[in-house]
Antibody
């Protein structure tokens, strides 16, 4: 069964870079037709799509975050990663790593990682 | 790319049916049949309930159904049960490999 496990610092200082990694188990990150990505949820608020990446390295970002976001994939370790630069308190959120089945809108979610931006 | 519009809250009594709307534009909901719905209980990750506007994944109760007309998608829960009390989010393809979510609807079972 597919499992997505996010990991990374739970506390990041303002203006620094938030870095998270998602480890995929129970399936290959190189499977055709699957995209991998991140969705976040600020405390008490709704869901915010950050972006997705294909195993080839092709990336797709939310236009509102594009200037600060970088996604990467490592097929040798079955992991993909998120970097969000110049963070502020508004970036405090639970960050979910997800798998998307191409063309269908079917997102499968990991358990989420809370990241707090504070000095 | 603006968030899709959902009512903040919907409520119903056990056994009743409720419908949650999700309104977008001709750039997202109205242009693609790729709308999905997610259920989220407090402290939990969202769970897929409907995809491609009206398709139900294996394991999801047939009390959940989806539809779409024009720029608005809808999720209907029939035979409302206490366990259905949760937040529900719609999500639509918005072109150029991007996606947009609704603001979420809190469902209360009276």
């Amino acid at each position: 069964q597919l499992q997505l496990q996010g990991s990374g610092p739970g506390l990041v200082k303002p203006s620094e870079t938030l870095s998270l990694t998602c480890t995929v188990s129970g399936g290959s990150i190189s499977t055709t037709g699957y995209y991998w990505g991140w969705i976040r949820q600020p405390p008490g608020k709704g869901l915010d799509w950050i972006g997705t990446i294909y195993y080839s390295g092709a990336t797709y970002y939310n236009p509102s975050l594009k200037s600060r976001v970088t996604l990467s994939v490592d097929t040798s370790t079955n992991q993909f990663s998120l970097k969000l630069s110049s963070v502020t308190a508004a970036d405090t959120a639970v960050y979910y790593c997800v798998r998307l089945i191409s063309g269908s809108g079917q997102y499968y979610w990991g358990q989420g990682t809370l990241v707090t931006v504070s000095s | 790319q603006s968030a899709l519009t959902q009512p903040a809250s919907v409520s119903g009594s056990p056994g009743q049916s409720i419908t949650i709307s999700c309104t977008g534009t001709s750039s997202d909901v109205g242009n693609y049949n790729v709308v999905s719905w997610y259920q989220q209980h407090p402290g939990k990750a969202p769970k897929l309930m409907i995809y491609e506007a009206s398709q139900r994944p294996s394991g999801v109760s047939n009390r959940f159904s989806g539809s779409k007309s024009g720029n608005t998608a809808s999720l209907t829960i029939s035979g409302l049960q206490a366990e259905d009390e949760a937040d529900y989010y719609c999500c639509s393809y918005a072109g150029s490999y991007t996606w947009v979510f609704g603001g979420g609807t809190q469902v209360t079972v009276l």
